[in-house]
């Protein structure tokens, strides 16, 4: 199955600088790579996502960006505010055979430092 | 939309008790899907559904059954807990199996 690794586990940045986040997958076949942010005791929510057939996307001040030869994907938050502190995960989804099975990584706690 | 809701936010059950945790979504989508999330782990996938009366198992289904009447609910039942099934567990929904996931805000379950 789909191993998808997460880096860094945590990230401390000072207010106004940028913060990156890099997952790894293992398949090949997996085609759909959404981020998602966390807050203290809410589900996760979908902030940026990117498909197979794309290399980069932006939206605002996050950005996602996808290496298929090297299997790995980024997502950089630019100009980080206080209310960009909060968890935040990568994914991987493979589909075939009628399954769309997402594989998260183990997260990481962006701390934005005013 | 209310979106994904959850029942309950908290429950503390005993060893061995049963439970069901509810999920019912209004947005009309066919996929649903459990997920457990514990410190260090992530969200690891329990069972999901890809349409009414359809369910299968994901990474981690031991302990947990699941069933898809409707379209809107998906509740996920533990018969016997154990106190390896502390978590948070967060029920998603989707349009599609291949459409972005909208979370709940999830139920936290201790078990002692």
């Known amino acids: 199955g789909e191993n998808v690794e997460q880096h860094p586990s945590t990230l401390s940045v000072q207010e106004g600088d940028s913060a990156v986040i890099k997952c790894t997958y293992s398949?090949?076949?997996?085609?759909?790579f959404p981020w998602y942010k966390q807050e203290l005791g809410k589900g996760p929510q979908l902030i940026i996502d990117?498909?197979?057939?794309?290399g980069e996307k932006k939206d605002q001040r996050i950005a996602v960006t996808l290496n298929k030869t090297a299997k790995h994907f980024s997502l950089h938050i630019t100009e980080t505010q206080p209310e960009d502190s909060a968890v935040y995960f990568c994914?991987?989804?493979?589909?075939?055979?009628?399954?769309?099975?997402?594989?998260f990584g183990k997260g990481t706690k962006l701390s934005v430092i005013p | 939309n209310a979106g994904v809701t959850q029942t309950p936010k908290f429950q503390v059950l005993k060893t061995g008790q049963s439970m069901t945790l509810q999920c019912a979504q209004d947005?009309?989508?066919?996929?649903m899907s459990w997920y457990r999330q514990d410190p260090g782990m992530g969200l690891r996938l329990i069972h999901y559904?890809?349409?009414?009366?359809?369910?299968d198992q994901g990474e981690v289904p031991n302990g947990y059954n699941v069933s898809r009447s409707t379209t809107e609910d998906f509740p996920l039942r533990l018969l016997s807990a154990a106190p390896s099934q502390t978590s948070v567990y967060f029920c998603?929904?989707?349009?599609?199996?291949?459409?972005?996931?909208?979370f709940g805000n999830g139920t936290r379950l201790t078990v002692t």
């Open positions: 998603a929904s989707s349009y599609s199996g291949n459409s972005p996931l909208h």
């Open positions: 398949d090949s076949a997996s085609n759909y």
């Open positions: 990117i498909r197979s057939n794309v």
């Open positions: 994914a991987a989804r493979t589909s075939g055979a009628g399954s769309y099975q997402l594989t």
């Open positions: 947005m009309n989508h066919e996929y």
């Open positions: 559904s890809v349409g009414a009366g359809i369910t």
